[in-house]
């Protein structure tokens, strides 16, 4: 054995080639990410804090308020691959899993916080309608069908989560109220067809569709408007 041989230079060495692959696979796989996948990603968690907030609302326990904010995240989406006859979203990335489970530690940790936000649950589900009806029409488009089909995969993937949540915590499903949700997701598809037909660089027509979402939802409730209700006959009749 060399008894000038020195152990912590080849550990540095070693470290440093470690942490360079490290650092390569790191930035390889930021690289890999694409704009949607941002968008999905944050979509993802907006709804699932959406869901975790009503349901703490409602004094589920953790296990509970998890399964509620699972389902409003990724119970749009589902629905959408099974119709488009593709594989599951998220059985094919434990990320969106999760990301749920990130929501409930953030709404546990800043739970003080976000129950004096009176606007968080409505902040976080317009984000989440927002971003998930641009990933349900792209995710379309991509599988080579019309646009038209995309707005209604795309309201479908938007809406269904939260019908899917209202219904788990015992409430009249918001799509079915006077409010203007599942319009404002027509109104954002619109939008995208109209970019996409002007063949409108794609990020450009994401971001102005998820901001025709938005801007929808918000001054919609701001201003109070909605649709018209059906009635019944006889309240003619009185």
């Not at 959406?50 to 989406?77: E, H, M, N, P, Q």
């Not at 219904?167 to 499903?173: A, K, R, T, W």
Request: charged share 15%; hydrophobic share 50%.
């Amino acid at each position: 054995m060399n008894d000038n041989y020195d152990f912590r230079t080849h550990h540095n060495v070693f470290l440093t080639i470690n942490n360079k692959k490290m650092t390569d696979i790191i930035f390889q796989w930021f690289k890999s990410i694409t704009f949607l996948q941002i968008i999905d990603f944050v979509g993802t968690f907006a709804f699932a804090i959406s869901g975790i907030r009503l349901a703490s609302a409602k004094r589920f326990d953790w296990f509970g308020a998890y399964v509620v904010g699972a389902a409003t995240a990724i119970g749009g989406g589902t629905l959408r691959d099974v119709i488009l006859d593709v594989p599951v979203f998220w059985m094919h990335d434990g990320f969106y899993l999760s990301c749920t489970g990130f929501a409930l530690l953030w709404v546990i940790v800043f739970r003080k916080y976000l129950i004096n936000m009176h606007n968080t649950f409505f902040i976080f589900d317009a984000i989440g309608l927002a971003l998930f009806t641009i990933v349900g029409i792209q995710k379309t488009i991509d599988c080579g069908l019309p646009i038209w089909v995309g707005i209604v995969m795309g309201t479908m993937t938007g809406a269904a989560g939260g019908v899917i949540r209202d219904v788990l915590i015992n409430e009249v499903p918001l799509i079915f109220r006077e409010e203007i949700y599942a319009m404002a997701c027509i109104v954002g598809g619109i939008i995208f067809g109209i970019c996409y037909m002007l063949e409108m660089p794609t990020m450009f027509t994401h971001l102005a569709c998820g901001a025709a979402v938005f801007l929808t939802r918000v001054l919609a409730v701001k201003y109070h408007i909605c649709l018209p209700t059906l009635r019944p006959e006889n309240d003619d009749i009185q």
